[in-house]
């Protein structure tokens, strides 16, 4: 839950926007599209370090990885402090872009591993608890951070340094109770009176492990890097709109005056969606125990593609109402899709090395970071700049742009479906011929 | 070695707490501000 404040950082973009100007943004202060990057950095070392450390994670136990990931993540916060006082942009790159980066990524697999090994019953169940409290930093994050930025705020300063610092040792305190507290089973553990599936009785569920190196050689470790992706790159670049979009999609112009979404109730959007983000996490994950990983990405997959394409129809008849609930029914399945997918590995791949497997897979958030929002941003430019040459009023034209947006998006989640419809059980050919290595607590 | 003691019930239920304190609040705080959007 404290990593995932990264979630929140858009509540800085605006007062760091005006740190020299205070009141509005002067020459000198940094431009929005620099700071975004800050954000941007964090998610792509997120994956980066997952992806790079995440055997040394298995060696070495959820400890000692969430201790790093409590160091790296807090010491981002001090650094980037250091960038505020100092007006130093890369400053804040490097601090909770790189550093924050790597400690999110630790931070991510760790307990996802751990709570697997605990669960195995429950797998979906467990990755669904993990990965939920990621989704649900922001809800925390946000208001702490605007709290806390109107605590330190003065006549000369917007208080964010000190937010940083405040932040900082707020989250290593929590952070360090989960050092505390984290623990791994006995390799023989079991719940009582679980008696595990019987070889061969589930052949999308593995009886035998796969090791890291050997898994990202297999055609499933692939499907499932294509499904996360776009699974990612169609919510991302939504949640990164959000905003804007329903302002603009019901605006003053288009419902007349006063009956348009305003910036405060768009937040509220933003932040139901976080919501819903976190709560398909768990419900989903959860369901996929009882129905099995490859039917619920259907259900993600395919279903999200319908409502992906029902979101024109919400918006052309003005129905605030409708248009929020499907939106809240896609970030739930988007959210699901993070926590499903290393239950989904599990079934694939066995416990052995999850962790770090899971961590490998994770590059396909760092790049969805990337190709999300871009492809968002190039289709609607795009359908403006084509829609106001052909003569069409421009507020009309910017809703019309988030139509073709919503139609590449169910694209992106077509093609995920179409790779979990491929993805069969792993050949033993891959399987390690070892028994289970005990793992440091 | 894994440690293979049993935690007690009362560190249970302060790690539930731990967590779901600050969950609830921003639960509750995400509810009041999204209400707007159905006025």
Redesign the interface.
């Known amino acids: 839950?404290c990593i995932g404040q990264v979630y929140a950082f858009s509540v800085f973009n605006i007062p760091l926007s005006k740190l020299v100007g205070i009141k509005e943004p002067v020459p000198g202060d940094w431009a929005l599209t620099e700071i975004v990057w800050i954000f941007n950095i964090a998610i792509i070392f997120l994956g980066l370090s997952a992806a790079l450390f995440g055997k040394w994670v298995e060696r070495n136990g959820p400890r000692k990885t969430m201790l790093v990931s409590a160091l790296c993540f807090c010491s981002g916060f001090a650094v980037s402090a250091l960038g505020i006082n100092q007006h130093s942009l890369w400053l804040l790159y490097l601090g909770y872009g790189v550093l924050g980066g790597i400690g999110l990524g630790l931070g991510y697999i760790s307990p996802v591993s751990t709570l697997l090994k605990w669960f195995p019953d429950r797998p979906g169940m467990a990755t669904g608890m993990a990965i939920m409290?990621f989704g649900?930093g922001a809800?925390?994050g946000s208001?702490l951070a605007v709290g806390l930025m109107k605590h330190y705020q003065s006549a000369t300063s917007l208080g964010i340094g000190e937010t940083f610092l405040a932040m900082g040792a707020i989250y290593f305190v929590?952070m360090l109770?989960g050092v505390l507290?984290a623990?791994?089973?006995?390799?023989d553990?079991k719940p009582a009176g679980w008696i595990p599936t019987a070889a061969g009785a589930n052949k999308m569920i593995a009886t035998a492990n796969v090791d890291t190196d050997t898994a990202i050689k297999t055609p499933q470790f692939w499907l499932l890097w294509v499904i996360l992706c776009v699974n990612v790159s169609a919510g991302i670049g939504i949640l990164s709109q959000a905003s804007p979009m329903i302002q603009e999609i019901f605006s003053d112009v288009r419902l007349g005056v006063g009956r348009g979404?305003t910036p405060?109730?768009a937040?509220?959007?933003v932040?139901?969606l976080?919501?819903f983000n976190l709560l398909g996490r768990f419900f989903w994950s959860s369901l996929s125990d009882r129905t099995g990983r490859k039917p619920i990405f259907m259900i993600y997959l395919g279903l999200g593609a319908v409502l992906y394409l029902l979101i024109p129809t919400a918006g052309h008849l003005a129905t605030?109402?409708l248009f929020?609930l499907l939106f809240c029914l896609i970030l739930s399945m988007y959210g699901a899709g993070f926590a499903t997918i290393p239950a989904y590995l599990r079934d694939m791949f066995g416990t052995l090395q999850v962790g770090a497997i899971h961590g490998r897979l994770l590059t396909a958030w760092s790049t969805a970071a990337i190709l999300g929002p871009s492809i968002v941003t190039y289709v609607r430019e795009y359908r403006i700049k084509t829609d106001v040459a052909a003569g069409i009023a421009e507020n009309v034209a910017k809703a019309n742009a988030y139509n073709t947006t919503m139609y590449v998006m169910a694209g992106l989640l077509l093609v995920g479906f179409v790779c979990n419809l491929l993805v069969k059980p792993v050949a033993a050919k891959y399987q390690v011929k070892e028994t289970a290595r005990?793992?440091a607590? | 070695m894994a440690n293979q003691s049993k935690t007690s019930p009362l560190q249970v239920a302060l790690a539930w707490i731990f967590v779901l304190i600050p969950l609830l609040w921003g639960v509750s705080q995400t509810f009041i501000k999204a209400l707007a959007l159905f006025k």
């Open positions: 839950m409290g649900g809800m925390i208001p929590i109770f507290t623990r791994v089973p006995a390799p553990w979404i405060e109730v937040a509220g959007f932040g139901l976080s919501l605030t109402t929020v005990p793992v607590a």
